[in-house]
């Protein structure tokens, strides 16, 4: 494998694990408001450009509630390095 390559891989891996992080920590604080997935609550992804990189948005969702607007979690890929960040 090319030095890209491996550079490539390790960022998309570690994208991969900031992004389960997340969902594992807003899953936690969803649950803690009684927004279980029994009840029909389910996390929404979305990206969103934002100045120096992109975004990836979780928030809770379901087809009949209002979800509080409080509540997300985003995993922020830099577009300098590929390097991600999680912020909650």
Same mark, same amino acid.
């Given at each position: 494998?090319? %030095? *890209?390559?491996? =550079?490539?891989?390790?960022?998309? /891996?570690?994208?991969?694990?900031?992004? #389960?992080?997340? +969902?594992?920590? /807003?899953?936690?604080?969803? *649950?803690?408001? &009684?927004l279980?997935?029994?009840?029909?609550?389910?996390?929404? #992804?979305?990206?969103? =450009? @934002?100045? &120096? &990189?992109?975004?990836? @948005?979780?928030?809770?969702? =379901? /087809? +009949?509630? +209002?979800?509080?607007? *409080?509540?997300?979690?985003? @995993?922020?890929?830099? #577009?300098e %390095?590929?390097?991600? %960040?999680?912020r909650?």
């Open positions: 494998m090319s %030095d *890209d390559s491996n =550079h490539t891989h390790r960022i998309a /891996l570690e994208f991969a694990a900031q992004r #389960e992080r997340a +969902r594992s920590m /807003l899953r936690q604080q969803m *649950d803690a408001r &009684g279980t997935e029994k009840a029909g609550w389910k996390i929404s #992804e979305s990206l969103r =450009h @934002v100045t &120096g &990189g992109t975004e990836l @948005v979780m928030r809770p969702i =379901h /087809l +009949r509630e +209002r979800a509080p607007a *409080d509540l997300e979690c985003i @995993v922020a890929i830099s #577009e %390095d590929g390097t991600s %960040d999680l909650t």
